[in-house]
């Protein structure tokens, strides 16, 4: 069993900043990359920012140079600050965990989520 847990998000004023944090844990052998997705009402969940175990970060092409993806290998922690937010950030965001269990079986496992909303 593999637990991924989130917290941190709430409402915002544009511009304002949130860091959000996501803990893994449970039967993990190793993480190959944590990330964060979001989804909006009535749009199709998609990927935020992405960090693999040697710390290499991927971003979207709408966040990049506003927020910024840090992991803690040690903790199999992740988070997410989120700088100069707009309202079209709004949304629920996820946290996602590209992992190999006890059993040498690799595996992704989601958090239940996080709302996130920018408004004045």
């Known amino acids: 069993q ?3 847990v ?3 998000g709430g409402l915002v004023q544009p511009g304002g900043s949130l860091r959000l944090s996501c803990a893994a844990s449970g039967s993990i052998s190793s993480i190959n990359a944590m990330g964060w997705y979001r989804q909006a009402p009535g749009k199709q969940r998609e990927l935020v920012a992405v960090i693999t175990s040697g710390g290499s970060r991927n971003y ?3 966040v990049k140079g506003r ?3 840090s992991r803690d290998n040690a903790k199999n922690t992740v988070s997410l600050q989120m700088d100069s937010l707009k309202p079209e950030d709004t ?3 996820y ?3 590209d992992a190999v269990n006890t059993a ?3 595996f992704t496992s989601w958090g239940r ?3 996130v909303t920018v408004s004045s």
């Open 60 to 62: 979207a092409d709408s």
């Open 95 to 97: 946290c996602n965990v």
């Open 2 to 4: 593999v637990q991924v």
């Open 67 to 69: 927020f910024t993806i």
């Open 6 to 8: 989130e917290s941190g």
């Open 104 to 106: 040498r079986a690799r």
């Open 91 to 93: 949304a629920v965001y």
């Open 113 to 115: 989520g996080t709302q």
